[in-house]
């Protein structure tokens, strides 16, 4: 395994163990169970992944109604974690900014479960 550099750099095989795919939100809500306001959501990869949960901090640019349909970057080989009341199977991007995060979507659509290099 590849070690870490003095300055937090890492090596390409080990960026290449970190899976980040495509995929749709297809039910939103609020989890009101998790100590700061988030998002329950159910996200499509697609027949070969399927359906994934994630909580998500992400109420102050976006409403639960916005989320749905719209396709996300998400990172879906980390070890689940429980938030709130959500097991969290998928950690989605974005970007920590002045305004809220913003999230890492596709410019144009792809499939769901497209693998992110």
Do not use: W
């Not at 399927?50 to 719209?70: C, D, F, H, P």
């Not at 990172?75 to 989605?92: A, D, F, Q």
């Not at 144009?108 to 479960?113: E, L, R």
């Amino acid at each position: 395994m590849e070690k870490m550099s003095d300055n937090g750099q890492i090596g390409i095989e080990e960026f290449n163990r970190v899976e980040m795919r495509a995929g749709t939100i297809i039910e939103a809500g609020p989890n009101k169970k998790a100590r700061n306001p988030a998002y329950k959501l159910k996200i499509d990869f697609g027949p070969d992944i399927g359906v994934k949960s994630s909580s998500a901090q992400i109420t102050e640019l976006y409403t639960a109604e916005q989320l749905i349909g719209m396709q996300v970057i998400c990172c879906t080989n980390l070890t689940p974690i429980h938030i709130g009341s959500v097991k969290s199977e998928v950690r989605i991007l974005g970007t920590e900014s002045e305004q809220g995060v913003v999230l890492l979507r596709p410019t144009a659509p792809v499939k769901n479960g497209d693998k992110v290099f």
